[in-house]
Structures are given as C-alpha cells and as structure tokens.
C-alpha cells in the first residue's frame, strides 16, 4: 500500500518535469487561456509559454479537475517578479505597494493593451485612483499633465532618492524641465523674485490642482501675504486704498510674480506701469485726471518724475493721506499752515519754508526778506500749495500753475513771470503784484 503510493508519486513527478515545457505549451493551446496570451502586448515568459516560472502545478488533475489549488507561485509578492528583474525597493524612498509587493496592483501580469504591463501607459488615472483619492485628481483648476494622468511625467512609480519619488533633483528642478521658458526667463529678466530664484514652486502653487486660478496654493493677495504681511495689514483699514489692490487681478494688475523688467517686479518702469491705467479719462467716480495727458510734452516735470517715479509721492498700496500721498497735504483751497500740516510737501523741500515771516534763505518767493510763502500760506486764510503749483508737471517755471486750480466753478488764474531777483503776477486773487528780493517793492 506504502510502496505503491510512493511510486505513484514518483511516477507523477517525474511525469510532470517532462511534461512540464509541453504541458506550459498546452495551457495556451486551445481556448482554456488563450485570453491571457492574445494580449497586444504580452510580458515576455507568457509569449515564450514559460508559464511555470511563475506557476508550479501541484495537483495532477488539471486541466480535468479544479483550477483552483491546483496551482502555486515559484514565489510570494515581489520575489515573484525579482526571479528575473532586478530587485527594486531597497531605496530611501519606497512606493508602498512596490515595498509590500503588490506589483501587480499595477502591472497586468499575463500582458496589456500598451507597454510596461499598462493598459494605457500615458493616462495612468485608472491605476492610481485605485488607491489614491481621486477628488485630488479632479479639482476646478487642473495641471495639464495631471489633469490626462501623467503621473510618471513627474513621479517614478516605484521608488526615488527625493521625497514623493520625484522625477529630476528637486520639485524645482522638476517643474522646470517643462517650463524652459521660465527656466530662461529666470536667467535673463534683470529683476527676480527671491522665493522663485531658489525656492521651490511649490511654495506658491500646487503641483496637481486645486480651487484657485493659476494653479495656486491661495487666491492672490492672500498667497502674497503670507510672506508679506505688513502689505497685508495695509489692505484693510487705510483711508485711502488703492481700488486695484481689491479688484480682480489684486497683486498682478502691477507685479508679475516670478522675473520683470522693472525694479520691484513691476513689468516696466513705474512711470508706465501706473500710466497704463491712469492714461484714461474715465478712470474713476468722478474721473481722476489724465496722467498720460497732463505730463505730455510738459516743459517742466515735478523732481521725482524726472526719474519716472511716483511712488516718493504716492504710495501705490494705497494711504491714510489723502490721494494716497505719502504725508500730511491739506485736500483743501484754503487751509492755513500748522505743524504738520503740510509735511507732505516739506519732507522733500525746506522744512523752515513756512516758519519765519522773515527770512532771507529759506525761499526765493520774498519781497525783501519777506516771506511770501508765509504771507499766502500761514496767514489767516492759508492759500495751499496747489493754488499756485502744479502737483506734477507745467509749462511755467517753479510749477507755477497756468490754468490754475477750481475754485468753485472757476479755474483762478495766476499769470506769473519770473526774472533775475523776483517775479510778478496778475491772478484772480487781487489786483496785479511785483516782488522782488534785491529792491523790495513797496504795495501801500
Ligand atoms: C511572470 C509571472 C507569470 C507568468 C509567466 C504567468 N503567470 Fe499566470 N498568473 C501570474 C500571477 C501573479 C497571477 C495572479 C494574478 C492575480 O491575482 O491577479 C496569475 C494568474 C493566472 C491565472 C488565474 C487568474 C486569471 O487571470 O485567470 C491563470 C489561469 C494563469 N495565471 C495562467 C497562466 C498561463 C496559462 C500562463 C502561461 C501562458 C501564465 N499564467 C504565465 C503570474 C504569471
Ligand atoms: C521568468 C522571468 C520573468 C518573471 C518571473 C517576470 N518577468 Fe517581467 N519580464 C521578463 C522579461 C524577459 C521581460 C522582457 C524584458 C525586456 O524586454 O527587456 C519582462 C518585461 C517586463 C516588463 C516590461 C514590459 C514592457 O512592455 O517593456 C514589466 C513591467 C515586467 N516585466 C513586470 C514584471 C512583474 C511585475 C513581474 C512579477 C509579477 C515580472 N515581470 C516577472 C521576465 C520575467
Ligand atoms: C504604483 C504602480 C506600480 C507598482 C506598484 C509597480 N509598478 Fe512597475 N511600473 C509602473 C509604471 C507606471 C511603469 C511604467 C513607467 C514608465 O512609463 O516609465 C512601470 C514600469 C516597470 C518596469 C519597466 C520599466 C523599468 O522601470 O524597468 C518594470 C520591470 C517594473 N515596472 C516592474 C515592477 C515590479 C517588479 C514591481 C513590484 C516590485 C512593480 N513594477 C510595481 C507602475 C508600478
Ligand atoms: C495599491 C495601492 C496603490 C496604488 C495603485 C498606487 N499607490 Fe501610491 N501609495 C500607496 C500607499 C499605501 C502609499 C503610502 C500611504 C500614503 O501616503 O497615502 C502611497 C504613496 C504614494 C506617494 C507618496 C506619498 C507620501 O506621502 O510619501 C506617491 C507620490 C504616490 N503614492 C504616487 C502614486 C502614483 C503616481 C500611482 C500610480 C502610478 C500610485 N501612487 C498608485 C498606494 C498605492
Ligand atoms: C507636474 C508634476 C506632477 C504630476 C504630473 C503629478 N504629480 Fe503628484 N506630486 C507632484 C509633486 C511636486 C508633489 C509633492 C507635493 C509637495 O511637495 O507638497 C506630488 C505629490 C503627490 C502625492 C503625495 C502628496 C499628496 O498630494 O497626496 C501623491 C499621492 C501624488 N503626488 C500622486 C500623483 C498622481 C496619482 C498623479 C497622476 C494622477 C500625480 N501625482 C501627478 C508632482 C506631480
Ligand atoms: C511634464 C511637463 C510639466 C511639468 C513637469 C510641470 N508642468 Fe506645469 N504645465 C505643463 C503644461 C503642459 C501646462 C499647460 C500649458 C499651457 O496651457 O500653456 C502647464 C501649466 C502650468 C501652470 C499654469 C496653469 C494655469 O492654469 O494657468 C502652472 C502654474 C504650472 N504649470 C506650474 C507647474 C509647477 C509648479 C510644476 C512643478 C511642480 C510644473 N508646472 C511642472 C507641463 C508641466
Ligand atoms: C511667490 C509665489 C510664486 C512662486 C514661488 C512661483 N509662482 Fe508661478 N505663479 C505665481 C502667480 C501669482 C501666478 C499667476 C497666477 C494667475 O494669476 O493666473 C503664477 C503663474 C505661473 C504660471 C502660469 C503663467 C505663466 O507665467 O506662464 C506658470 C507656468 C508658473 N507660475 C510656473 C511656476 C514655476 C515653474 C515656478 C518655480 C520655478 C513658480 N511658478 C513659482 C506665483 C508663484
Ligand atoms: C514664500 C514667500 C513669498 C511669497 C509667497 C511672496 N513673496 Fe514677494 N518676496 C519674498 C521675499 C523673500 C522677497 C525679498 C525681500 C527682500 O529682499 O527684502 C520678496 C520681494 C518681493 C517684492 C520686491 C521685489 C524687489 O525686487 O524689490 C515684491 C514686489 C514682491 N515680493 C511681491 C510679491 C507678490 C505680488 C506676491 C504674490 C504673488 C509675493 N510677493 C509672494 C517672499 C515671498
Ligand atoms: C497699483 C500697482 C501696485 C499694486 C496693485 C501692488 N503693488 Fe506692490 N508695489 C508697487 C510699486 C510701484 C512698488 C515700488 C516698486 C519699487 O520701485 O521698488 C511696489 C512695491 C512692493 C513691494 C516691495 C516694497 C515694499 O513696500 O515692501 C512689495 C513686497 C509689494 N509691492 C507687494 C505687493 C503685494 C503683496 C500686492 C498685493 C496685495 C501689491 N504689491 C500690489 C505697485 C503695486
Ligand atoms: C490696474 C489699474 C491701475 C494701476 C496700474 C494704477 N492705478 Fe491708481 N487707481 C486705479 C483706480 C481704479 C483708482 C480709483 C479710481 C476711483 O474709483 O476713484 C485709482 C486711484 C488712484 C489715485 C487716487 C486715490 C484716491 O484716494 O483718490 C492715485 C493717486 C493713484 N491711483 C495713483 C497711482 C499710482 C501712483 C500708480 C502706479 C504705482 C497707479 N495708481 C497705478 C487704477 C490703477
Ligand atoms: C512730487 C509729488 C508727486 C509725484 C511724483 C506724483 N504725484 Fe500724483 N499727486 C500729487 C499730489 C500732491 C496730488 C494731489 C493734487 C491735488 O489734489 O492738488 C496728486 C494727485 C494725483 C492723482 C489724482 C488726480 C486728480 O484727479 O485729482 C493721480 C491719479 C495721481 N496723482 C497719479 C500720479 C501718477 C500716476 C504719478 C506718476 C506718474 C504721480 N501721480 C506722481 C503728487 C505727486
Ligand atoms: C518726494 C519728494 C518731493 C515731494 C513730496 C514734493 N517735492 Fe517738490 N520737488 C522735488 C524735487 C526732487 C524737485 C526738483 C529739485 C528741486 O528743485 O528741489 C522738486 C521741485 C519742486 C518745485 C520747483 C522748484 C524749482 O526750484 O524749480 C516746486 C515749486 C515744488 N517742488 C513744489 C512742491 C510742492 C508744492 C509739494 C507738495 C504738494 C512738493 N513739491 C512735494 C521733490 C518733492
Ligand atoms: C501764492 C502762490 C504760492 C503758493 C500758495 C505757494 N507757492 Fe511755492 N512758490 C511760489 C512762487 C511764485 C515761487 C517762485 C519763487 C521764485 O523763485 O521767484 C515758489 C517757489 C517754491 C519753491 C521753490 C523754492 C523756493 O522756495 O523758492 C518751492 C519748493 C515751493 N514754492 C513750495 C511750495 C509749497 C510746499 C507750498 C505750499 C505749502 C507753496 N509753495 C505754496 C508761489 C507759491
């Protein structure tokens, strides 16, 4: 009974080490498991029919019997696949399936419609979603390679030397390799952001998709305020704020975030930037007046706006002075001189120029060493700066206004001259004076 038992036994092994190449052979044959081998693509040992490197058969009874238990595998989980690929999974960072050995949660194992054991090799969605939450491969806004499942565009599926597998040196690096225009821009724009010259992109935008426009971690200006948090404080609560910081755009309509052409990241001279809305006539409520056209062909251009700036004047985030000007400036006709008051104005010019009824240094607009700045402006009813100059630009020396300034519905006039000691005027204020610093004149 015992002998016969173990011959049998011999009999059925040394049956199925011969049979076994015909037997593999067979397995395709016939419509059993043709399906497993008529792949497009099939793995290499199942066209070569070498099933039994991955199978072993342990029962004889297939294929007349059960299929199931009739099988084993020459080996478990990944040491399947590493009898004849180099092992994978020793790195530092390790895909979790590739380190438990669930290759083929990925691979079809027999053959596929495309390479590497994929059904479709480029849109990897299918595969992925199988484990990873697919809400984040679905966002509003979504990153082109991302959004048709070129995920190993940027990921190597099974393990790497960075952080998530990534694809290239560093995430920077990475997103680089596709955008060569930016890798460029980087290299030849004069002025660079700092966070972008050496900071991952990441810092800013999302690498798969997400909520906002532009593929970004927040909506702007909360993205910028993050690292600039006293711009931040300044969007709520100023007197006077600056309406395109709260419209659409915010932060862009002036700065590009990455590389400019202009100091500050704006993206030409101040001058242009700052034109290229106030270069209309019906910009605001009732409109401001045209920039573009009031510095046009003028003869004579306010101090900083010789160098292109406005911002020594204008904060252009907007102010608590009014028409967001950098200090005290009365928004009045009549507004008589205090401390203070006109500090606007004289952090740049003479600080002493409204001190001293007399004077013989502090200004040129004296008869004697009358001060007539003091007279028009610290007197009583102080005239302000803008009765006789120009904020910006003119074609009459020292600012001096031409037109001059409303004053309920008329524009006083101030017709000046000027020469070598003094000068004179015939405004709509009284009747024609003369001044002069060498040989005062007398108006009794
Ligand atoms: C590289 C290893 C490997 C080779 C070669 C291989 N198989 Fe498989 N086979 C597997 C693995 C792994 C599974 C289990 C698949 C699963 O669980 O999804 C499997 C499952 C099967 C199954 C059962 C599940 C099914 O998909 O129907 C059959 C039948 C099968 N193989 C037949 C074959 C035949 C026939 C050949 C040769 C033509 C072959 N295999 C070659 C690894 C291999
Ligand atoms: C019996 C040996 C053998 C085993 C076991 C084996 N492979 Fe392969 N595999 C090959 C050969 C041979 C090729 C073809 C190699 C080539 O073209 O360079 C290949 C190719 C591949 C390819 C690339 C296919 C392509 O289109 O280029 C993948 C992916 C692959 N195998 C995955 C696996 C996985 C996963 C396992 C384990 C489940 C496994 N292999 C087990 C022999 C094997
Ligand atoms: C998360 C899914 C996933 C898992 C798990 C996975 N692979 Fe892959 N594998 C891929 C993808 C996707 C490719 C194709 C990469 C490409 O297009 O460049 C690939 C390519 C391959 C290739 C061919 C190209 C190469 O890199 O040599 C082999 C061989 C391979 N895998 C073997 C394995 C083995 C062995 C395991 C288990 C230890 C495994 N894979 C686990 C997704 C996976
Ligand atoms: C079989 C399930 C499975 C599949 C399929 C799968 N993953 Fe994973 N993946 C995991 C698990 C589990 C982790 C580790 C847990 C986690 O962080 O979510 C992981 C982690 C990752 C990580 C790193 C996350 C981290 O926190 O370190 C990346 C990147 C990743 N997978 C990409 C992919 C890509 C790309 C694909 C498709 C080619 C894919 N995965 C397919 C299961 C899977
Ligand atoms: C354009 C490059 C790129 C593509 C394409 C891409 N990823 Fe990523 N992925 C990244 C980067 C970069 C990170 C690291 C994020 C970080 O540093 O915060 C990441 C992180 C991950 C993580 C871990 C963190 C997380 O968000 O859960 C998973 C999982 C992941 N990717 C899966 C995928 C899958 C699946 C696909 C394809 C549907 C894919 N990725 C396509 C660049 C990419
Ligand atoms: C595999 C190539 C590739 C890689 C790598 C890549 N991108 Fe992209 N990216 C694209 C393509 C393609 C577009 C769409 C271009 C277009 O429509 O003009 C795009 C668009 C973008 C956009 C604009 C999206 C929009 O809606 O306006 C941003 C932002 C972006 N990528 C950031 C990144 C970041 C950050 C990285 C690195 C994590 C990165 N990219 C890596 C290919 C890539
Ligand atoms: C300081 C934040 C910040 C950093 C860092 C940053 N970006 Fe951006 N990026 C932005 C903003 C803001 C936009 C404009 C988004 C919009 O309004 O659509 C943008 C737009 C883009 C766009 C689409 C428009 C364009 O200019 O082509 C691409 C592509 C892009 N970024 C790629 C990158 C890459 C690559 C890096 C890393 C080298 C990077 N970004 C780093 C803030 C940033
Ligand atoms: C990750 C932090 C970070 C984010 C986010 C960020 N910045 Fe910056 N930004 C910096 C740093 C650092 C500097 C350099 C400051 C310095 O040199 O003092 C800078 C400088 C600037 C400058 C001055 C540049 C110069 O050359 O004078 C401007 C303008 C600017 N950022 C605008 C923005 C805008 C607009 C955004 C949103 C799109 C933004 N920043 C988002 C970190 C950031
Ligand atoms: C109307 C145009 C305009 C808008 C809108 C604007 N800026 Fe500016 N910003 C400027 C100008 C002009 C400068 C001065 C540039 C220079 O010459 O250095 C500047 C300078 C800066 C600086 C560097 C100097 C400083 O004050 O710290 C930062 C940072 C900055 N802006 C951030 C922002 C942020 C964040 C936003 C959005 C909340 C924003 N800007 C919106 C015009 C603008
Ligand atoms: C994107 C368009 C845009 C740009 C660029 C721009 N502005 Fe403005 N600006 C406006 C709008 C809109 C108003 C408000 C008009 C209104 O509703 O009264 C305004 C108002 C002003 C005011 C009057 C504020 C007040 O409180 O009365 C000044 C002064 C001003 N801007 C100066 C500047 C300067 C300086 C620059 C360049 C740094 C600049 N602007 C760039 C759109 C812009
Ligand atoms: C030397 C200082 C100075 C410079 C430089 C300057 N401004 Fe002004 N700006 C003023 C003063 C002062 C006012 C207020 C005028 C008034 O109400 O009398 C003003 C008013 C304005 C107004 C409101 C006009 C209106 O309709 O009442 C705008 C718009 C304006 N400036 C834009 C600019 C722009 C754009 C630049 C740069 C191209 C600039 N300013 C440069 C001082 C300056
Ligand atoms: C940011 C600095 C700055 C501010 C603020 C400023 N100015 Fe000026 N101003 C200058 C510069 C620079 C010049 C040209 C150099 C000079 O002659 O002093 C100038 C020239 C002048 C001139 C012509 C002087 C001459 O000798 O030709 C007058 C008039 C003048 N400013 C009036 C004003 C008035 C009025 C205000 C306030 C409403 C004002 N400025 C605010 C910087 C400024
Ligand atoms: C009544 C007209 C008038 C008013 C009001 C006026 N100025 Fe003048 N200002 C002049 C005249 C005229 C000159 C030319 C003096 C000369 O060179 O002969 C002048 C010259 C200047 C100069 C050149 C330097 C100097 O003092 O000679 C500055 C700066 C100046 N004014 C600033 C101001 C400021 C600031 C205000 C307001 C606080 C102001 N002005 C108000 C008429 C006026």
């Not at 037997?23 to 040992?45: D, E, F, R, W």
């Not at 530092?92 to 054991?117: F, M, Q, T, W």
């Not at 005239?383 to 409303?406: F, Q, Y």
């Amino acid at each position: 009974m015992f002998v016969k038992g173990f011959l049998f036994a011999v009999i059925q092994a040394v049956l199925l080490i011969w049979a076994a190449p015909l037997l593999a052979q067979s397995c395709g044959a016939g419509t059993c498991h043709k399906k497993l081998i008529v792949q497009k693509m099939p793995h290499q040992p199942v066209k070569d029919m070498e099933c039994f490197s991955c199978h072993k058969q342990v029962e004889l009874n297939h294929p007349l019997g059960k299929g199931k238990g009739a099988f084993e595998f020459t080996a478990t989980g990944s040491k399947l696949c590493f009898q004849c690929h180099t092992p994978m999974g020793k790195g530092k960072n390790v895909h979790e399936p590739v380190k438990s050995g669930e290759c083929i949660a990925c691979h079809k194992v027999h053959g596929a419609a495309d390479r590497y054991l994929l059904d479709n090799r480029e849109d990897l969605t299918l595969v992925c979603t199988k484990c990873h939450d697919s809400a984040s491969f679905t966002q509003k806004f979504m990153h082109g390679p991302v959004a048709v499942g070129g995920c190993t565009k940027c990921h190597d599926p099974h393990e790497g030397p960075e952080k998530y597998f990534i694809k290239g040196s560093s995430v920077r690096n990475l997103c680089l390799s596709c955008h060569t225009d930016m890798s460029s821009a980087l290299q030849t724009e004069p002025v660079v952001h700092k966070p972008v010259q050496s900071g991952n992109c990441t810092l800013c935008h999302t690498p798969h998709g997400g909520a906002f426009k532009g593929l970004l971690k927040k909506k702007i200006p909360d993205v910028c305020i993050e690292c600039h948090p006293k711009i931040g404080t300044r969007l709520s609560g100023l007197k006077f704020p600056h309406k395109p910081l709260q419209t659409e755009g915010g932060c862009s309509n002036c700065h590009s975030p990455h590389t400019a052409k202009g100091k500050g990241l704006l993206q030409g001279d101040e001058k242009t930037v700052c034109l290229s809305c106030h270069g209309r006539d019906d910009l605001g409520k009732p409109p401001l007046t045209n920039m573009k056209k009031a510095l046009e062909g003028k003869k004579y251009l306010h101090g900083p706006l010789l160098k292109g700036e406005c911002k020594g004047c204008h904060d252009p985030h907007g102010s608590n002075y009014f028409r967001m000007l950098t200090g005290n400036y009365p928004e009045t006709f009549y507004f008589a001189y205090k401390e203070g008051s006109y500090d606007f104005c004289l952090k740049c010019h003479e600080k002493n120029l409204l001190r001293f009824a007399e004077t013989t240094i502090y200004t040129r607009f004296r008869n004697g060493n009358r001060n007539l700045h003091y007279v028009h402006v610290v007197n009583r009813k102080g005239r302000t700066c803008r009765v006789c100059h120009e904020p910006h630009a003119g074609n009459e020396v020292k600012l001096i206004s031409k037109e001059g300034v409303k004053f309920g519905v008329w524009k006083v006039p101030i017709n000046f001259t000027m020469n070598q000691s003094g000068g004179s005027c015939a405004p709509g204020c009284h009747r024609a004076f003369k001044y002069d610093r060498d040989k005062p004149e007398s108006y009794r």
